[in-house]
């Protein structure tokens, strides 16, 4: 039932959103006469690599840095890239590995290779279902460019103020995933993009909803700063992304 909603809700805003991707496409082509789109190889379902499609909002060439996390600051970020960032507009070409059945509407985010061979056992429930668009982590940590902005190691940095949270939030959908959840995370990824507030409130109201634990409602809500914390499954918080540590 969720693989046909995914492929008719997926078919349908290809079309509706023709309109959005051909002007996105030409303007993200016309700063450098370079390919729009970004593919690279993300983790999914049963630890399988695939493709994943976005459009490209940064430098050609940006992933051979060696850095993952993107802050708002990041100079690889182009000028249109800016822009479509902010809505969102980045990640609508997710849409055909929706079809494809790499990705679902509504899953935990797909990860680099580099940072899911990070993972503890307990994260790895995380690659049991399809990997989606949207979740729970992805209206909680919307401004994640924002929290990594200014930061020495952006990678470390999302090692351990966001990776945590990402992963119980992810593990709690995979614990409660079902159809109907899927249509409020989406609507609630819509509010996002007009109202974080709204949408942190109605996010955090679910979670109490299916009986998620305090710390997680309080995380939903982003009211207190976010403090490093180990990952689900470790009882430290990580210092290094080196595997042997």
Known sequence: MKRL???????????????????????????????????????????????????????????KSGVQSTSNDDSRITYIGKFIRKFKLDELSQLINVILGDMSFVGPRPNVIEEVNLYSLEEK??????PGITDFSSIVFSDEGSILEGADDPDLKYNQLIRPGKGYLGLFYVENSNLILDIKLIIITGIAIL???????????????????????????????LVPMPPPGMDKVVVSRKIDD
């Open 125 to 130: 429930k995380l690659l049991t279902v399809r």
């Open 195 to 225: 109202s974080k507030d709204k949408a942190l409130k109605y996010t955090s109201g679910l979670i109490k909803k299916y009986e998620g634990d305090e710390n997680l409602i309080k995380l939903a809500e982003r009211k207190d700063k």
């Open 5 to 63: 909603f995914d492929l008719i809700l997926a078919s349908v805003g290809l079309i509706m959103l023709f309109p959005i991707f051909v002007p996105v496409l030409f303007l993200v082509w016309i700063q450098d006469y370079k390919n729009p789109f970004y593919i690279a190889d993300r983790v999914g379902l049963n630890n399988k690599t695939f493709k994943m499609i976005k459009i490209r909002s940064m430098v050609i060439n940006a992933d």
